[in-house]
């Protein structure tokens, strides 16, 4: 820049007061993280966008910075007082330092708007102050000349809205270029249209989006549209601005097509150049009849013509007419066909889906595109991405669960009553373990309720403590498909981070190899506890559960069968009979395991002073058989108790007593009830012959009899049934001790971590399952499907098993697996609010799914009844990326096989119950090309054979789930990258094979589709959830091109130890 030294010079001069703020500052320029000089104090002048730098403040200026095509860097913490300038044109950074915080801020303030774009953004607010100012008057001076009977009913600018059907954009359209003018006869122009919006209100030029590049034509057909939500403040009378440019390389342009909030201008790249542009209203293309508009391009000056526009407006549901025969040359050189974008929820499955549908999806982005079909037709193919609610809603729910269930464990912890000092102490330490982990899940539930914004994790988060039980980008991809010759068909693909607790890291492996290692070390501490398997303690927590829910509804029953003896209803007394006596039975079942006799006498021998009537552990009993195996391994544990003091002696058939009453109470309540309502039938008889007040009297005597002659039977079942209930309770919480006193603290860490797989598998799970539901909602043999057999839901995992990656693995396939335990169960809703309810414990949860009356009328009767749903989780995972190409040359891929392997046979397993129990007719009709036992035949081979890379297996894992219609997921380490690319695929292949897909027109549909990448919408720095840098870019640029370094292993070698010193040098 060419300046004045003297002006400069005497401007740096000038008093104190023309200068916009001034003050001592340490100065010194950075290149990296790295100074070029010491800190240096200056004087420092601000004027306009001009910094002076002077040694004091009566000295000339050493140095003027331009604060231009720059940005300010202010360091948040409390204690920090520099800010640094950076430049876009790569100069060294300017690194400032202020004497306090309050003066550090000030001049962060003042060197931020010293600057033009501040300057225009100033005249821009200033403009709209001065329309806001001009309409206000315009208003009032309407008002005096207006009757007052008009003056209430004018207010604001009346504009003509645009009348669309709900939830769907406002407005949509096309565009196409012809006869475009190039500067040179010779060159191909790169094309791409701008999209601007002049509010009628506002009278200021928004930049509103941008479409793709179009190489090498004249007369582009642009493959992205234009779009406005429901919710954009469009009219009739709103302007759109279009301008054309030219981009020589297409290697140093972006184009974002997403929505910009603010008016700043593209960039000035050198390799851009304006073509030029036009205008029209909205209203001329809502009402033209042929739903289109032809408009010239003009120059800037408005003098010459370099071609023509035409606008094509766009209506969701109105297939096109006509062959595809008309496609010109240079249109089939574009890479795809159309597509479009928009923001409004597809309600394909009806609008009553819509209320319930809206409560869990959020934030619908929109595709539309077109593809030529084998028989030249076109075929309409809607791509949509949603988020849901259900990524903090499930997790949240379940925390609350987790809290009420430690607690009331805890409780029972401290009702054990009076135990020896051994174990007494083993048990104050089991509860404050238990109580801080208590408390740490009551501050993660706090802080997710805190939480605001988006309605999914990012990936930049996935280290975040207060989010770790949040499911990472968790999100709905649907496609829908709209061909002229076959059904509408839809495809869902839940896409999804790898379930895995990334927070506590994985160090020493996932939870796969932490559960085996954890039960290991388990069968060495007979010595400080006894020993019970996983099998024994999860029985333990069914009795517990059992107990809790039984118990409550015995008393209930039992209170209605006095209310009805009361009443002196046979038939109320019949039922309530009825009730009680199943309620009973199930409650008697639960205790004919033989481990709580075992755990009585396990706790007995842990009182302060016990003797044994006989021998405490008989091992070689026949009676008790395999029941005891805890304490056939392991006698010598209750053997040691001998040093306790002996003060009283236990009778091992008192349990049997205590739980035998139960049954013989509620067997003289049935007697009872049954004499009684045998005298009732005799006198019924002996009624007809008396007058009606002598039966009035003689029912009221009779009814006062039954109260009392059942009263003290009941009381006495209830007390029995207290007593049984106070032993058992007692007993399983005893072997709970010994569990995690076994291992504390690391079976409480491992809980949590176990906790946390959970909690991301789950809400993936509920939102693939409410998404299928409403989807199959008028499909009948989907729906006896569900009751009858359950659910499919298929995991395709493309992690690696190569550091991190493999104990994210591990920590996926414990995850999936203890979906097993999740039941679904379909409620009609009360109230609008239509989020599912989660009940249960650990190990059984049961999810209710609400929905509206209309749509749960459309429910088998068996589902209405409210039959528990089963869910049948698979995993199969192919390991794509580099660091699978070394897992397989250096590592280890056993997890792999075996995950494959073992969900292949519950696959199988499921397939054999589904063709047991269901007619073959209720496959959907379009996809029965194929045989499943041949694909399960396919899939065994693909999996039993040692194939690198082997992505036939994902192939074939996800056909087969389709054909039963599960639910498919998607997953890798963050949900982006690999899934995307193997979503995309994916439904390119569908369409190819379900849909009759041109197969010239593949590649370019799957271009298409893959436009934001391929076309470079987005900076490297971009990050498509929050902007920032993901934070597996920085360590893939030490992993070169593998193919080519494989080609001779000593190049490998050497590679290898120059990544690994790379890597240690920046975690170091």
């Known amino acids: 820049m060419r300046f004045n030294a003297k002006d400069m010079a005497l401007l740096a001069k000038r008093p104190s007061g023309c200068f916009d703020k001034e003050g001592k500052l340490k100065i010194c320029r950075v290149v990296g993280n790295e100074k070029l000089l010491e800190l240096r104090e200056r004087w420092c002048r601000l004027k306009g966008n001009l910094l002076f730098l002077m040694k004091n403040k009566s000295s000339e200026a050493s140095e003027v910075v331009i604060l231009e095509r720059c940005w300010i860097v202010e360091f948040r913490s409390k204690t920090d007082v520099s800010i640094v300038l950076k430049f876009q044109s790569g100069e060294p950074d300017l690194y400032l330092e202020a004497a306090s915080k309050p003066d550090c801020e000030s001049w962060a303030v003042a060197l931020g708007e010293a600057n033009s774009e501040h300057l225009q953004n100033k005249i821009q607010q200033l403009r709209r102050l001065i329309m806001e100012i001009k309409e206000e008057r315009s208003s009032d001076e309407a008002r005096q000349f207006l009757p007052s009977s008009q003056v209430d009913s004018l207010g604001e600018p009346q504009f003509t809205s645009i009348q669309r059907i709900s939830n769907e954009p406002k407005l949509e359209f096309s565009l196409a270029c012809k006869d475009l003018v190039a500067a040179t006869r010779d060159r191909k122009l790169n094309t791409f249209i701008q999209v601007s919006v002049v509010h009628p209100a506002e009278h200021i030029l928004t930049r509103y989006s941008s479409t793709e590049i179009v190489e090498g ?16 403040p469009i009219y009739e009378e709103t302007k759109i601005k279009l301008t054309v440019y030219d981009v020589k390389d297409k290697s140093q ?5 997403s929505v910009l909030p603010d008016n700043k201008e593209p960039r000035a790249d050198v390799g851009r150049s304006f073509l030029g542009c036009t205008s029209f209203r909205v209203g001329d293309l809502v009402k033209s009849k042929e739903q289109q508009l032809t408009l010239t391009l003009r120059t800037s000056d408005g003098g010459k013509t370099v071609g023509t526009i035409e606008v094509n407006l766009v209506k969701m549901g109105e297939l096109e007419d006509g062959e595809t025969d008309h496609v010109t040359t240079d249109a089939q050189d574009q890479k795809c066909a159309l597509v479009r974008e928009c923001t409004a929820t597809e309600g394909i499955s009806g609008k009553d889906n819509l209320p319930s549908l809206n409560a869990v999806l959020k934030n619908p982005v929109c595709k539309l595109y077109r593809f030529p079909t084998s028989d030249n037709k076109w075929m309409r193919i809607r791509e949509q991405m949603a988020e849901t609610t259900l990524s903090f809603h499930v997790p949240k729910e379940l925390i609350n669960l987790h809290i009420k269930e430690d607690m009331r464990r805890n409780q029972e912890l401290k009702d054990l009553g009076e135990l020896a000092p051994h174990w007494d102490n083993m048990r104050k330490s089991v509860i404050a373990h238990c109580d ?48 002229p010759r076959l059904k509408d068909a839809l495809y869902d693909v839940i896409t999804v981070g790898a379930p895995a607790a990334h927070f506590q890291g994985f160090k020493n492996g996932g939870l796969r190899k932490l559960l085996s290692k954890f039960e290991a070390e388990r069968r060495n501490t007979g010595y400080q506890c006894i020993y019970y398997s996983p099998e024994n303690t999860a029985k333990a927590k069914e009795v517990l559960s059992n107990i809790n829910h039984l118990q409550p509804l015995i008393s209930s029953h039992a209170d209605l069968l006095l209310n009805s003896a009361s009443q002196h209803s046979p038939d109320s007394l019949k039922n309530s009979l009825k009730m009680l006596s199943e309620k009973t039975e199930l409650f008697v079942h639960a205790f004919k395991d033989q481990l709580v006799r075992s755990a009585l006498l396990a706790l007995y021998t842990a009182r302060p002073g016990c003797v044994l009537k006989k021998p405490a552990v008989p091992r070689n009993s026949a009676e008790e058989g395999g029941d005891l195996q805890h304490h056939q391994d392991h006698p010598s544990q209750i053997k040691r108790q001998d040093s306790i003091p002996h003060h009283s002696e236990y009778d091992e058939e008192e349990w049997d007593r205590v739980w035998a009453n139960v049954g013989k109470s509620l067997n003289c309540v049935i007697a009872m009830v049954d004499r009684l309502l045998e005298k009732d039938s005799i006198s019924n008889v002996k009624e007809g012959e008396s007058d009606s007040s002598a039966a009035d009297s003689k029912v009221l005597h009779t009814g006062g009899d039954w109260y009392e002659q059942l009263y003290p039977l009941v009381i006495t079942l209830k007390d029995c049934m207290g007593e049984v209930v106070t032993r058992a309770k007692q007993s399983m919480a005893f072997v709970l001790l010994q569990e995690l006193a076994c291992g504390l603290p690391q079976c409480l860490m491992l809980t949590l971590r176990r906790d946390i797989v959970f909690s991301q598998a789950l809400a993936g799970l509920v ?37 991190e990656e493999a104990g994210m693995l591990e920590d996926m396939a414990v995850g999936i697996s203890d979906l097993q335990k999740v039941m679904f169960k379909v409620i009609e809703a009360k109230s609008e609010d239509f989020l599912p309810i989660i009940t249960g414990r ?16 459309l429910l088998p009767q068996e589902i209405k009844e409210g039959k528990l749903l089963r869910m049948y989780p698979v995993l199969f995972n192919v390991g794509i990326n580099e660091q699978q190409t070394l897992a397989e040359r250096f590592g280890d891929t056993t997890l792999q096989e075996n995950i494959n392997q073992e969900n292949l046979q519950l696959l199988k397993e499921y397939y054999k119950l589904f063709t047991e129990k269901m007619p073959p007719d209720c496959l959907p009709h379009f996809q029965e090309q194929n045989d499943l036992k041949g694909l399960l035949e396919n899939l065994h081979q693909n999996i039993q054979t040692k194939k690198r890379k082997n992505v036939e297996i994902m192939w074939l894992a996800a056909t087969i789930c389709r054909k039963l219609n599960g639910v498919r997921f998607t997953c890798c380490k963050s949900a982006k990258d690999r899934t995307s690319m193997s979503v995309t695929l994916e439904q390119c292949s569908i369409l190819r094979d379900e849909h009759q897909l041109h197969k010239d027109f593949f590649i370019r549909a799957l271009d298409c589709m893959r436009s934001r990448q391929t076309q470079g919408a987005l900076n490297e720095s971009d990050d498509p959830e929050t902007g920032c840098l993901t934070d597996n870019k920085p360590t893939s640029r030490h992993f070169y091109p593998v193919a080519l370094l494989l080609v001779s292993s000593h190049l490998l070698v050497v590679w290898l130890i120059l990544s690994l010193a790379l890597l240690l040098a920046k975690y170091q």
């Not at 342009?253 to 097509?257: E, F, I």
């Not at 988060?461 to 990472?472: A, D, N, R, V």
């Not at 199959?776 to 995991?795: A, E, M």
């Not at 209710?848 to 009356?853: G, H, N």
Request: net charge negative.
């Open 436 to 483: 801080q982990m208590l408390s740490m899940y009551q501050d993660t539930l706090a802080e997710l309720g805190k939480h605001t914004g988006s309605s999914f994790k990012s990936s930049c988060s996935k280290g975040e403590k207060t989010l770790e039980f949040i499911p990472i980008n968790l999100h709905l991809q649907r496609m829908h498909v709209h061909s």
């Open 767 to 803: 939102c693939g399952f409410i998404i299928k539901l409403h989807t199959g909602l008028h499909d009948q043999g989907f729906l006896q499907q569900l009751h009858t057999v359950g659910l499919l839901v298929q995991y395709e995992g493309l992690l690696s098993t190569y550091s």
């Open 217 to 232: 034509t004249r007369d582009p057909l642009f493959l992205t549209g234009v779009t406005f939500p429901p919710e954009y």
């Open 842 to 857: 650990r190990e059984h949860y049961i999810i209710e799914v609400q929905l509206p009356a209309k749509m749960f009328e």
């Open 253 to 257: 342009d972006t184009v974002r097509t």
